[in-house]
């Protein structure tokens, strides 16, 4: 007698439509697709968008994983409040190339960085909130982070309780 076994994996594909945030004269990097990492997810892509008149911006999850999926926010940022490090070298700092101070930018000991190039220098930083989840979305949570701007093209985000540093880094591939 034979005796066979059947493995099915039950997989829900959700297809929506992004429409990509128009160009905003004032933010702080322009919204659109970055990606990003992830820990053991490896890279996923999210959306930058802003709400509120610029004064938050919300980070979507385009892929996701089996903690916190696709569609769903992953690191919110209240731009109401710059953050500043200060330090003794503050005044010797060079400027963007858009003219604006920079800060020096370095992690504590106790994080640890999930990409291998972490920039020196930072434009902006700001108080902000990441979803974490257990498997299957159980148990959703923001927890306190800090959003970090690098340059135009990438930023950063602190998972404070998480001791880790995931980076992201504007799409330049095109999706047909």
């Not at 322009?30 to 802003?50: C, M, N, W």
Request: glycine share 6%; hydrophobic share 35%.
């Amino acid at each position: 007698m034979s005796k066979y076994e059947t493995l099915s994996q039950e997989s829900i594909v959700k297809c929506i439509r992004l429409p990509l945030p128009l160009h905003r004269d004032n933010a702080v990097i322009q919204p659109g697709l970055f990606k990003g990492t992830y820990s053991a997810h490896g890279i996923e892509l999210v959306l930058l968008s802003y709400n509120d008149g610029d004064k938050s911006a919300i980070i979507t999850k385009i892929t996701g994983d089996d903690n916190v999926p696709a569609g769903e926010i992953t690191i919110t940022a209240d731009l109401s409040q710059q953050k500043f490090e200060t330090n003794k070298e503050s005044d010797s700092l060079p400027l963007s190339s858009a003219g604006l101070p920079v800060q020096r930018f370095e992690l504590s000991s106790s994080i640890y960085s999930r990409s291998d190039e972490v920039p020196e220098f930072c434009l902006y930083r700001f108080n902000s909130n990441g979803q974490v989840a257990y498997t299957g979305f159980d148990n959703p949570t923001f927890i306190k982070g800090e959003w970090v701007i690098f340059d135009s093209v990438s930023f950063g985000h602190i998972w404070l309780m998480l001791h880790s540093f995931s980076i992201y880094k504007r799409v330049t591939e095109t999706f047909v």
